[in-house]
């Protein structure tokens, strides 16, 4: 199956679809999920918690380029290779986001003084068991986007442990 609905944390909607861009193909929003020597590479923000790097494209940017920018901005990371892996659709109260999600492999990680609207890097050998009730993260960490995600990677071997 590659087609979910589900609520997210804060009950609002989601689709996510392991397809070909299957609702943009100019989505405003990216996410992507990074490994980096043996580790998954995460941002720290400074109100939502930790969660895997992204933000918004920028005008006349393309997502796979706000995806690296995005990774490199937050984290002081250099993406070496991305993967599309899927997209989703979130029904807010304020609107509805469209959010590609990659997977990356990394670099290199550079120490920087100020980090791009976080507290810098974060590397985890494993991610908690569960999320949903830790304050640590971030509410993006909380539905299944996250979970199908990780299944999709290691069932079509674009990472292998
Ligand atoms: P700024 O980044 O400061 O502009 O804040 P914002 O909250 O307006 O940003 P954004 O347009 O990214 O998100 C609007 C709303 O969409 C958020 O408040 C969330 O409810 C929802 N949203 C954004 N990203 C995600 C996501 O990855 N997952 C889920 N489930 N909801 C999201």
């Given at each position: 199956?590659?087609?979910?609905?589900?609520?997210?944390?804060?009950?609002?909607?989601?689709?996510?679809?392991?397809?070909?861009?299957?609702?943009?193909?100019?989505?405003?929003?990216?996410?992507?999920?990074?490994?980096?020597k043996?580790?998954?590479?995460?941002?720290?923000?400074?109100?939502?918690?930790?969660?895997?790097?992204g933000?918004?494209?920028e005008?006349?940017?393309?997502?796979?380029?706000?995806?690296?920018?995005?990774?490199?901005?937050?984290?002081?990371?250099?993406?070496?290779?991305?993967?599309?892996?899927?997209?989703?659709?979130v029904?807010?109260?304020?609107?509805?986001?469209?959010?590609?999600?990659?997977?990356?492999?990394?670099?290199?990680?550079?120490?920087?003084?100020?980090?791009?609207?976080?507290?810098?890097?974060?590397?985890m050998k494993?991610?908690?068991?569960?999320?949903?009730?830790?304050?640590?993260?971030?509410?993006?960490?909380?539905?299944?986007?996250?979970?199908?995600?990780?299944?999709?990677?290691?069932?079509?071997?674009?990472?292998?442990?």
């Open positions: 199956m590659s087609y979910y609905t589900f609520e997210d944390f804060y009950k609002n909607t989601v689709e996510l679809s392991f397809t070909d861009h299957p609702y943009s193909l100019t989505p405003k929003h990216v996410w992507v999920i990074c490994r980096f043996g580790q998954w590479l995460l941002t720290e923000h400074p109100r939502r918690g930790i969660e895997f790097p933000g918004k494209v005008k006349g940017e393309s997502a796979e380029k706000a995806a690296v920018r995005e990774v490199f901005e937050e984290t002081g990371a250099t993406v070496d290779a991305l993967t599309y892996l899927a997209q989703y659709r029904k807010g109260k304020g609107g509805t986001i469209i959010k590609n999600v990659y997977f990356a492999t990394i670099e290199k990680i550079k120490i920087k003084a100020h980090y791009y609207e976080t507290n810098g890097p974060i590397l494993q991610l908690p068991e569960s999320l949903k009730d830790n304050d640590k993260f971030s509410f993006m960490m909380k539905d299944e986007v996250l979970q199908r995600s990780m299944e999709y990677i290691f069932k079509n071997k674009i990472l292998q442990l």
